[in-house]
């Protein structure tokens, strides 16, 4: 296995200890989750394009030319998705109220589980809108790089 892929390996097994340890509240406390495939898409989206934003000549896109093109635009629905699911959390906490995600939990940690829910939301969700766009660009740089000047 050579030295990229087993890089890549090891930052996917960091991720999904990384989405495990950040879901595992909402896994164990509340079964009717409502937002539990959007807030794992925004801890995988912020943790990996963050790491191919800094990391980018280490991974398997550096040489890849048409794929970053590609990828680039494949970037613009997924920061829709990502905006709108944001935009439809924020809206369901001012619609619905905060019961309609911890009303099952105990009173005494409502509050603590609201707070924690809504801030790594927000904190995974805005990072990952910021470094997906960061990264689109960063790799339309990158194509006019290696085309040009022959380095990533």
Do not use: C
Not at 10 to 37: G, H, K, Q
Not at 40 to 63: G, Q, S
């Amino acid at each position: 296995m050579n030295k990229k892929a087993q890089l890549e390996l090891y930052f996917w097994l960091f991720t999904i200890v990384v989405v495990i340890a950040v879901l595992l509240p909402m896994i164990t406390r509340l079964p009717d989750y409502p937002f539990f495939f959007a807030n794992t898409v925004f801890v995988i989206v912020a943790i990996t394009m963050t790491r191919y934003l800094f990391l980018l000549k280490h991974t398997f896109l550096a040489k890849q030319q048409r794929l970053k093109v590609i990828v680039f635009f494949l970037f613009i629905p997924l920061v829709f998705y990502m905006v709108q699911e944001l935009n439809y959390f924020q809206t369901f906490l001012d619609e619905q109220g905060p019961e309609a995600i911890v009303g099952a939990l105990p009173l005494s940690s409502q509050d603590n589980m609201l707070t924690y829910i809504r801030s790594e939301i927000i904190l995974f969700g805005v990072a990952s809108i910021i470094s997906t766009v960061a990264l689109g660009f960063r790799l339309l740089i990158s194509v006019w790089r290696l085309r040009n000047r022959g380095k990533v």
